[in-house]
């Protein structure tokens, strides 16, 4: 084997990557950059007698992925047989999520030690799949020859959804799934409720989708769709999500759920009065976001068998060890005014009503515990000083917040507003699609952003940094060409500040790679964001 080209980050990027090598007639474009990347000398030529090896048990995942988005992107079906020249191999030499790709003249070798180490070399050979066929034979597609050694700088690397404000249909889920295993993102945080939707299929409380999944005329907020005079929304049976979390498993892609508590609990209390609502409770507050009543009482028993009930059946449901309580934005006002809370405070020597949320919230995790999941909530959590160590926050407010928790022995996820919001105007032009609450995000801005880059390297506080996640809150979002407006491609740069070792990331370097990318999100029809 002949080793050309060894990446080179002094190298002009543009010639690097966009520059097709005229024996391959592709570009090598991989985004996220991977950590080692050897061009060789040579092509695989994948056609009709392209095969995988049968494989170990370990890659069927990948393999399934693989053969879906063969199916979809070139309509053929990989056969799978003992004398395969793909081949998915098991070494434990490799680390846990890493991969090692090697693609010669007549294999391809794919080297993990774990599940999703095969997705993410699988997602490394489908980027490097030209667009194309090849011009130089009818049918076949030429991938260049290549050594890849590659690994996560980050093992949490994850995208949220808002299903709350606007319902996101299954099939823009699995669509949005593609595109985050293809990213080599590994966790989809499902927000699965909000004030105005309560989207996840309760059997202990029909109630919460029957009533809760549906909005409508009238709405006290959103005058945006004010228009909309007629009922809509929708849910997810058990069965969507049990297909849901399959489908996520196969990419490599584990799923958090969401049941925001105490706050943004509207659809929620308007669907279950008698169990949520205190009717002597007169406090007068509204949210953030202008609602009333959107607010669980910590003093009413039927808030505690309502957390309960529905947490038990969230942890049966959902596989992942993480179960996510929400905790955000409880505002001023709330429980004032109410005898039963103020009776609460007292019995416990409580001086601040932030301890009746985290009263409630203990509650929470102590009911996760005995399930065997860790809580993890917004990081109004940890106010009120109630939630144990054991809880993993998701700051999102500031960086300074995030420092607090992680010099307090929290685990968080780093999801600062102004760094990952895809909800974020793009700031590229004044009428630009988005909220600005948190100010513009362009491209560069994501692809700038550092987790706590006020701790060093060396600080032994960043070992709680389990890695980014970026967001997309859907209070505009109502259709598939906005959602993927405001997703793509800023996903894209989230993608590698979460995956690639942060003495490679390179801003012309990744613009020039984005140019490959492009294509491949122009070739699938994506309503992505020119950049200028
Ligand atoms: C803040 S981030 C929220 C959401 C909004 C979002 C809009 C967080 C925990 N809460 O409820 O949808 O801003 O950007």
Redesign the pocket.
Known sequence: KVHTTTINLDQDPIERYCTPLPSVGCDIALIPQPNHLTRLQGEFIFNQATAIETPPLLAQGAINWLSAEFKKHFNETMPIHPQGNIHYRVSNDIVEHGYQLLIETDNIWIQASSATGFVHATSTLLQLLPNTPSHTAAGAYCLPMVEVIDQPHYNYRGMML?CG?HFHPVDRIKHLLDHLARYKFNTFHWHLT?DEGWRIEIDAYPQLTEIGAWRGPNEIIAPQFSHIDQRYGGFYTKQDIREVIAYASDRGISIIPEIDIPG?SRAAILSLPELLQDPADHSIYRS??NYPDNILSPALAGTYTFIKTVLEEVCELFPAPFVHI?A??VPKGVWTDSAACQQLMADNNYHDPMELQGHLLRFAEQVLQAQGKRMMG?EEATHGNKVSKDTVI?S?LSEEAGLECVKNGFDVVMKP?QAT?L??AQGYSADEAG?D??GKLTLDNVYNYHPLSMLSAQNSARQHILGIQT?L???LINNQSRFEYMIYPRLLAVSEICWSKPQHRNWDDFKARLKGQLNYLDKAGINYRHCE
Request: zero cysteines; a negative charge; aromatic letters at 26%.
């Open positions: 808002d404000r909000d943004h953030i976001q929400g955000d934005e917004w998701y999102w507003a919001y909800d974020l909220v609450w948190a967001a809150w859907s209070e």
